[in-house]
């Protein structure tokens, strides 16, 4: 991917996904930290390095503790990130290096699926790579099998066309930005200078 990707990545994606450095569970009840990066089954939590308050690092029987306060309480993936954080057995954290690094070796690790799914991929503009990265990040490196006008007009190059058929549904809250966001992207790739690697788009004025 372009130098413009992971430079830009955190100023994009936090505000529609958030960065919480603690376990908690999504909607579906399955157990994430960080910018959303599943840690579902136990064992992907266990490789992880936590800290306890005070940078203390925290065993990995701590850790399943904590995983599984979360895990086993219903009310987590209802109430949020807040509640699940409250739990007093819940209280590992990452530091912000290690959250970064998370963060970043799963845009790296999505990036590889895109290099073999488009051989051209290095070659795409800028614009046109992170709005693919968006999508991957909200529904997986393999969402293109259930987006097929999508998947085709973006293969050809038609950036306008995968403009209109990339919405993700259904959209409820930060997925309507999402959405207005990607969209904005792919028409910004159609109109692209020579220079793939220079990205258009601009962070919205807050």
Same mark, same amino acid.
């Given at each position: 991917?372009?130098?413009?990707?992971?430079?830009?990545?955190?100023?994009?994606?936090?505000?529609?996904? =958030?960065?919480?450095?603690?376990?908690?569970?999504?909607?579906? %009840?399955?157990?994430?930290?960080?910018? %959303?990066?599943? $840690?579902?089954?136990?064992?992907?939590?266990? *490789?992880?390095?936590?800290?306890?308050? =005070?940078?203390?690092?925290?065993?990995?029987?701590?850790?399943?503790?904590?995983?599984? *306060?979360?895990?086993?309480?219903?009310?987590?993936?209802?109430?949020?990130?807040?509640?699940?954080? %409250?739990?007093?057995?819940?209280? $590992?954290?990452?530091?912000?290096?290690?959250?970064?690094?998370?963060?970043?070796?799963?845009?790296?690790?999505?990036?590889?699926?895109?290099?073999?799914?488009?051989?051209?991929?290095?070659?795409?503009?800028?614009? *046109?790579?992170? #709005?693919?990265?968006?999508? #991957?990040?909200?529904? =997986?490196?393999?969402?293109?099998?259930?987006?097929?006008?999508?998947?085709?007009?973006?293969?050809?190059?038609?950036?306008?066309? *995968?403009?209109?058929?990339? #919405?993700?549904?259904?959209?409820?809250?930060?997925?309507?930005?999402?959405?207005?966001?990607?969209?904005?992207?792919?028409?910004?790739?159609?109109?692209? =200078?020579?220079?793939?690697? $220079?990205?258009?788009?601009?962070?919205?004025?807050?």
């Amino acid at each position: 991917m372009h130098q413009a990707i992971p430079d830009i990545w955190f100023a994009f994606n936090t505000p529609l996904e =958030g960065d919480v450095p603690r376990l908690y569970a999504d909607v579906k %009840g399955l157990i994430t930290c960080s910018m %959303g990066i599943l $840690v579902d089954p136990m064992p992907a939590a266990l *490789a992880i390095d936590w800290e306890l308050p =005070g940078g203390i690092p925290a065993s990995k029987d701590v850790v399943a503790r904590a995983w599984r *306060a979360v895990k086993n309480d219903p009310k987590c993936a209802k109430l949020g990130w807040k509640y699940a954080a %409250g739990l007093p057995e819940n209280n $590992v954290r990452l530091s912000p290096e290690t959250s970064r690094r998370l963060v970043l070796d799963k845009l790296e690790s999505n990036d590889l699926r895109m290099r073999i799914r488009f051989p051209d991929w290095n070659d795409r503009p800028a614009d *046109a790579q992170l #709005a693919i990265h968006s999508m #991957a990040w909200a529904m =997986g490196p393999m969402f293109f099998k259930k987006f097929p006008k999508f998947t085709a007009a973006f293969t050809r190059g038609d950036y306008e066309t *995968a403009s209109d058929q990339c #919405a993700i549904s259904p959209a409820y809250v930060t997925i309507v930005e999402r959405n207005a966001r990607n969209s904005q992207l792919l028409l910004n790739a159609a109109h692209h =200078g020579p220079n793939p690697e $220079v990205l258009l788009w601009e962070l919205p004025v807050t």
